[in-house]
T-cell receptor
Framework: GAGVSQSPSNKVTEKGKDVELRCDPI?????LYWYRQSLGQGLEFLIY????????KSGLPSDRFSAERTGGSVSTLTIQRTQQEDSAVYLC?????????FGPGTRLLVL | GDSVTQMEGPVTLSEEAFLTINCTYT??????LFWYVQYPGEGLQLLLK?????DKGSNKGFEATYRKETTSFHLEKGSVQVSDSAVYFC????????????????FGKGTHLIIQP
């Protein structure tokens, strides 16, 4: 079946602009996660949605980052007023139980 | 908080050599342990997992045993191939409750493995 998909695959933006990254999880998966992969920090957990519960935002690095999940399926990660240090690959994963399945990522470059 | 420590590379081996990538962890709950692999130009893929002490995960000739007494989950393969060249990530999920779902994964820094023919 279809895996986790993310769009866009690459995004170049100017410092100070807002960006939206999209994630389509595997159908039927109740949990959805966002991670950031960067050279300096490795893989960092950002935010976690489980069903209709309030999301776990404990990993978000600043209030410029937010995410929502509509209808328990598609999720959007929004970064406002982007900074150069936001440049990274943003990964989405979904799961039904404990095993997380990752999408291909969105490579974000902030100039 | 939870953490994962793994040997950082690059690790360079010849084809058919024996591979060990060390991974140790600290966790407050009852973690499940994972190895993920990232091949060049590709996304993260689950390689194997173990959900409780003494479980052995295995896949594609790779194995790892969940050792609670040493808080370790070392990855091993008896005879590596050039196609095993990739970055390997050890990770844990600290499942604090039953009923499905889990916290975000805590990853190690990753080990870059290079296999030479």
């Amino acid at each position: 079946g279809a895996g986790v998909s993310q769009s866009p695959s690459n995004k170049v933006t100017e410092k100070g602009k807002d960006v939206e990254l999209r994630c389509d999880p595997i159908s039927g998966h109740t949990a959805l996660y966002w991670y950031r992969q960067s050279l300096g920090q490795g893989l960092e957990f950002l935010i976690y949605f489980q069903g209709n519960s309030a999301p776990d935002k404990s990993g978000l690095p600043s209030d410029r980052f937010s995410a929502e999940r509509t209808g328990g399926s598609v999720s959007t990660l929004t970064i406002q007023r982007t900074q150069q240090e936001d440049s990274a690959v943003y990964l989405c994963a979904s799961s039904l139980q404990e095993t997380q399945y990752f999408g291909p990522g969105t490579r974000l470059l902030v100039l | 908080g939870d953490s994962v420590t793994q040997m950082e590379g690059p690790v360079t081996l010849s084809e058919e050599a024996f591979l060990t990538i060390n991974c140790t962890y600290t966790a407050t709950g009852y973690p499940s342990l994972f190895w993920y692999v990232q091949y060049p130009g590709e996304g993260l893929q689950l390689l194997l997992k173990a959900t409780k002490a003494d479980d052995k995960g295995s896949n594609k000739g790779f194995e790892a045993t969940y050792r609670k007494e040493t808080t370790s989950f070392h990855l091993e393969k008896g005879s590596v191939q050039v196609s095993d060249s990739a970055v390997y990530f050890c990770a844990l999920s600290d499942l604090m409750y039953s009923g499905g779902g889990a916290d975000g994964l805590t990853f190690g820094k990753g080990t870059h493995l290079i296999i030479q023919p």
